[in-house]
Structures are given as C-alpha cells and as structure tokens.
C-alpha cells in the first residue's frame, strides 16, 4: 500500500515522547494481525498454563483482544484443547459495511499518520476517542469509568498493518491475512470452543 509507504518515510519525526506508543516504534510500526495471532496467543496461553499449573484457560476478549484468539483458532485446531472457554465483546471474523466502522478506521488512520510524522495528535485522539464511545457504549447504560479505563489502557493506535487488515475486512467482510493467503473467516468452522459473543448495537 503506497499509504504504508508514505509512513515509513516520515517515521523518522518520530521523538522519544511519542515511543510511549509502541506501534509507533519503527520495529512495530508495520505489524499486522498476522504477528498477534502467530506470536502473541500462543505466548500468552502458555505463560498463563505455566502461571497457573492449568493445562487450560479461559479467555477474555474486547475487540482486537477477541480478533486474535479467533483467528489463531482457525488456523490451529489443536490449540481448542488448550482453551475452556471464550467471552468475546465486539469482536468477529465477518463485517457489514457500515459508516461508523468506516469513520472509525479513517480517524484511526489519520491519527497514526499524525503520530508518525511527530504532529500534534490531541484533536485526533479526541475525535477518535469519540467515535470509540459511539461504536462500543450504549450510552444510555453505559459507565463512564469503563469509558475513561478504555481510553487511558487502551491509547495506543493500531499499526499500519493491522490498520489495513482491518480496512480489508470493512471493505470484504471477511478478515484474511496480511498476504492474503489465510481468510480467517472461511476458517471459522475449526474453533470448537464454547463461547459466548457480545456486541453493541452498531456492531
């Protein structure tokens, strides 16, 4: 994507500030769902066996955190045996073409951009922040500590690479890998664990 490119040019207006982030890190810059699913789920099911002295676990997921358990499922069947259970909020494998999605990824896309170049990114994160609020709460019901504690943990903005998956998937339906050789979605048949999904009412 001539988009990745253009941020690999101007990382490097990256300062020391912004490292806080580490998908602004040029290491994590470009990583994609592809590296969560392959790298972080099983290390994260393993450190938890070991922690525990379980042979399973349990797995608890908001949005991304969900995506990636789902889509390392697909791809190894064997792992069912390592998972009692799964509670997803706002996460899937499929999509509908929506504008709140859409709006979402392009502020998402223009905040990582700004990120990159070193700019001022606090009317971003705000309009960013917004859109998160509309597409994740009901606001009628929802807690605004939820609210605060999902936008003070989870700050950081996707990479360049997970931001086009994602972009993929608003465009397709289907999440597929980086290379396009993996659709997640066709997969789906191998999970086999009980879950239980959530999700909003724009989801």
């Known amino acids: 994507m001539a988009m990745l490119m253009g941020a690999v040019k101007v990382v490097q207006g990256i300062n020391n500030a912004q490292l806080k982030n580490a998908s602004v890190d040029p290491k994590y810059m470009n990583w994609t769902y592809d590296d969560y699913v392959n790298g972080d789920v099983p290390t994260i099911i393993d450190f938890v066996k070991n922690r525990t ?13 969900g995506n990636i358990l789902l889509c390392y499922l697909t791809q190894n069947p064997k ?14 494998l499929t999509m509908k073409k929506g504008t709140v999605m859409n709006n ?6 223009a905040t ?49 690479g997970v931001l086009g998956q994602y972009m993929n998937l608003s465009d397709t339906g289907k999440y597929a890998s980086n290379d396009k050789k993996v659709d997640y979605t066709d997969d789906a048949g191998n999970i086999k664990v009980p879950a239980f999904y959530s999700a909003g009412r724009k989801d």
Do not use: C
């Not at 042979?55 to 991304?64: C, F, I, L, N, T």
């Not at 792992?79 to 899937?92: C, K, L, M, Y």
């Open 79 to 92: 792992a069912n045996n390592d998972i009692v259970s799964i509670f997803t909020a706002g996460s899937q």
């Open 104 to 109: 979402q990824l392009k502020n998402l896309e």
């Open 112 to 160: 990582r951009l700004l990120e990159l170049k070193g700019g001022d990114i606090s009317k971003a994160k705000e309009i960013s922040q917004d859109t998160n609020y509309k597409m994740f709460f009901n606001t009628s019901n929802a807690d605004p500590r939820i609210v605060d504690q999902l936008n003070a943990i989870g700050s950081d903005t996707p990479s360049m």
């Open 53 to 65: 002295g379980k042979d399973k676990a349990h797995w608890v997921g908001h949005s991304m955190g």
